[in-house]
């Protein structure tokens, strides 16, 4: 076989021949080279919406050609038709139509993806022709195609009708028609449907029509529903959907269709029609259960969808028919059981978060009637959901260590998200349930905690603790009476696995405020998170406990201060955490050491702190290299964010990243500032260490950092520094431009430029950096570039 030419890349290459555009086709599909594919595909491109297209396209048809070919000349066809309709004449739509016919025609036994694209050609011409030049288009299609086919046998051409008539909708949805035709040809396309309704009856209900026919139906009833059709005209139809469901074949497609046709927007003006499938929905029961019993997820799901969309989507309206209130109420509880499936999600069951939002969406409508009536509806429905916060308990609960232990990263992270989901849905319904809630949660754990005799495992344990640690992260339990029964119960848990150990430590971070108000009780939960610090598996729950429990309760801990400050420097020199946690850490220590006396706070800050301008020092003696980079910018950053939350002041904390300025509320004790004694006993050294780094803007940036966190935490406690950081600024801006360093200047300008005592040093410092900067820019951008952007 002779090997086709190439397409050129050069405008004269432009002869749109049937020959040039089978040339290309193989170029596209065929040739290795991926220049050749993309010039050939750029080139068909130009093809397709060139005027040689209606010359091309129908000879690309041929039933001699193969099926790539006979595709692009169905895609040209519908280019032509759907964005360059107005180059028709109006005397050529009956002769176009009368094509289009024949090739649907002559497809119908052919290619699928050819015929596809050839009915949405006709269905592109149809809604731009549609009501004026064609009315009636939907019947003269259903007309055409039950006409004698010449040759072509009745079930291909129902086939071929089945999916002209599927993707007419679907081509409306993406149609380009200008909005006023929108709604006309809206219009006219609903009041096509009393032609396919009952064509569509007729074919699912015959008994000899094959599958694929039904198959074809669903779809194509699921296609018409998402033009809005009224649910009480194609309410038989729906019914006809539940009827497929056992059948496996069908099982999909009917739950599409199912789906789409009760979550429309207009469904709920029909009454009466969603009271007739409530119990269409409640006879699913049956199997729903066969299909857990033989875990068989993809029945569990449908069906699911099925419930849950009527339930999401209906439940005002079929909550105010209050004579059909246990239909209802079967419904929710029919949806529990599909929260509470039985096994594990995501690795057993897929189903479960299927059903969270409708819990939002119930609770949401029934809270938003008038007292009376929501009295009565939290009658009935409070029990139901304290029973589903039992079940979502047990869904959280994880599986044995084993099992676990076999899941997949993407699974655990997916049963980790789903956990999240269930920990807001517990915050909403604390918001119905209220205090009672809690209590319920603690007469549980305690139950399971002394109750010598039965065993119990940890994941029972962790699910109740979660529960807990959901609502009292978000939401304020100081009232509540049973949170020192909790905090008394934490330390008789056996904690001996790491999930249960995280979430005693989340769960004790989350009443880092409640300890604030009930300091006594710190004794009993500080000890357990001193101890997780040094676990590396419990990096991130145990350093944000300690860091919530320094800003909450600081005033609190000066007894135990010794003790926090000796473990963390341990953890700190052992390098048991990561980089962002030793962060963390380092706020917490600032938290905490902000409440001490000055004295005490200078001691701590020496014996912590002194390792690290040791190691810094040597550092700084080093050549340049990547490595030694790292270590000087995890110690700028260790003191920078030590000096983000360490203030002597008594002020209300807004930020413990110094996002938002605190509001200080009372002055410092006299003397000067510990973090301004520590900044001048390293400033030389941080000189040295610029010196050596100045043009590396990460290392400048850190240095940065360190001065401008101080400076938004002190304030004017800041000021003895002024002078010679001002001269630092200066040189390092003059030297190489770098935004931290502009950066840090607004932040002085903006505190200290009002103040006599500091506006000479301030004002020569502006002036200087405005007059490198714009000397920057008079000079061009070859000068910009050393203006090094961070």
């Known amino acids: 076989m002779e090997t086709p030419g190439r397409i050129a890349a050069t405008p004269d290459a432009l002869d749109f021949t049937v020959e040039n555009v089978e040339t290309a086709l193989h170029q596209l599909y065929y040739d290795p080279n991926i220049e050749n594919k993309n010039l050939a595909q750029k080139w068909l491109m130009q093809a397709q919406v060139s005027p040689q297209a209606w010359q091309f396209c129908w000879a690309l048809l041929s039933p001699e050609k193969v099926p790539e070919i006979q595709y692009f000349g169905a895609s040209a066809l519908h280019t032509k038709i759907s964005r360059y309709w107005s180059d028709i004449p109006t005397d050529q739509y009956e002769s176009l139509k009368s094509q289009l016919f024949s090739q649907i025609a002559c497809f119908s036994s052919g290619s699928k993806m050819v015929l596809t694209r050839l009915c949405v050609a006709l269905a592109s011409l149809a809604l731009n022709t549609m009501p004026e030049a064609w009315p009636g288009a939907v019947a003269e299609m259903v007309r055409v195609f039950q006409e004698d086919g010449g040759g072509v046998d009745g079930r291909a051409r129902c086939l071929a009708l089945l999916e002209l008539l599927t993707v007419l909708p679907e081509e409306f949805q993406t149609s380009r028609l200008p909005q006023y035709r929108k709604g006309q040809v809206r219009g006219a396309l609903g009041r096509e449907w009393g032609s396919v309704c009952p064509l569509l009856q007729q074919l699912l209900r015959r008994t000899d029509s094959p599958g694929a026919v039904k198959a074809r139906v ?8 998402l033009l809005d059709v009224p649910l009480s005209e194609s309410e038989g139809l729906v019914h006809d959907c539940f009827s497929a469901l056992p059948d496996p074949e069908l099982f999909d497609t009917a739950v599409e269709a199912i789906v789409n046709a009760i979550s429309q927007p207009d469904s709920q003006r029909y009454v009466n029609t969603l009271l007739k499938l409530v119990p269409q929905v409640l006879a699913l029961q049956e199997q729903l259960r066969e299909a857990v019993q033989n875990g068989d997820m993809e029945t569990c799901h449908g069906i699911c969808r099925i419930v849950v969309t009527l339930g999401e989507n209906h439940s005002r309206t079929l909550l105010e028919q209050v004579d059909h209130w246990q239909s209802f109420l079967a419904l929710v509880n029919m949806i529990m059981f599909c929260t509470g499936i039985p096994g594990h999600y995501p690795v057993n069951e897929t189903t479960s978060s299927l059903t969270l939002t409708f819990w939002y969406t119930l609770q949401d409508e029934i809270m938003s009637f008038e007292s009376d009536k929501q009295a009565v509806y939290l009658q009935v429905y409070r029990p139901v959901y304290f029973q589903l916060v039992d079940v979502l308990l047990h869904k959280a609960q994880f599986p044995s260590d084993q099992e676990y232990a076999s899941w997949s990263s993407d699974e655990k992270e997916q049963f ?13 319904v604390y918001e119905m349930l209220g205090s009672e809630l809690l209590s319920n949660l603690y007469d549980k754990l305690g139950r399971l905690l002394t109750n010598a005799e039965q065993p119990t495992s940890w994941q029972h344990t962790e699910a109740l603790l979660y529960g807990f640690q959901s609502i009292a992260e978000t939401i304020d339990v100081n009232y509540s009476d049973v949170i020192p029964g909790l905090i008394g119960l934490i330390p008789r848990i056996n904690i001996n696995n790491v999930q249960l150990a995280d979430t005693v430590m989340f769960t004790i971070g989350a009443l880092a405020e409640w300890l604030a108000d009930h300091p006594v009780m710190l004794s009993s939960v500080l ?7 040094g676990n590396p598996d419990l990096s991130v729950s145990s ?5 919530k429990i320094c800003r909450e309760c600081k005033y609190d801990l000066p007894q135990y201060a010794t003790n926090i400050v000796a473990v963390s420097q341990e953890v700190l020199i052992k390098q048991i955490h990561k980089t962002s946690q030793c962060m963390w850490l380092m706020q917490a220590l600032g938290f905490l050491l902000s409440a001490l006396p000055v004295e005490d706070i200078l001691r701590n800050l020496h014996s912590l702190i002194t390792p690290y301008i040791q190691q810094l020092e040597k550092l700084a003696d ?13 110690i700028l950053g260790l003191l920078s964010n030590l000096f983000t939350t360490l203030d002597i002041s008594k002020q209300d904390d807004e930020s413990a990243d110094g996002s938002a300025p605190p509001v200080k509320t009372a002055p410092p004790p006299p003397g000067p500032n510990p973090v301004v004694v520590v900044l001048q006993q390293v400033f030389a050294l941080i000189q040295t260490v610029l010196s050596k780094w100045l043009n590396d803007s990460q290392v400048v940036e850190a240095v940065c950092a360190i001065f401008e966190k101080s400076v938004k935490t002190l304030l004017h406690d800041f000021a003895p520094m002024v002078s010679q950081l001002s001269e630092m600024l200066g040189q390092m801006y003059s030297t190489i431009p770098q935004a931290s360093a502009l950066d840090l200047t607004r932040q002085m300008v903006h ?40």
């Open 751 to 790: 505190i200290f430029a009002s103040e006599t005592d500091h506006f000479p040093p301030i004002k020569a410092l502006f002036e200087l950096v405005t007059s490198v900067t714009l000397s920057i820019f008079q000079q061009g951008p070859q000068t910009e570039a050393r203006f090094v952007l961070v």
């Open 527 to 533: 000890p357990l998170v001193l101890q997780a610090l």
């Open 622 to 634: 080093e050549t340049p290299n990547p490595s030694n980079k790292l270590a000087i910018i995890h």
């Open 218 to 225: 669903l779809r194509c009833l699921s296609s018409w529903v």
């Open 543 to 547: 350093v944000s406990t300690l860091k």
């Open 416 to 428: 980790r998200i789903y956990r999240v989901d269930i920990s807001d849905t517990l915050m909403y």
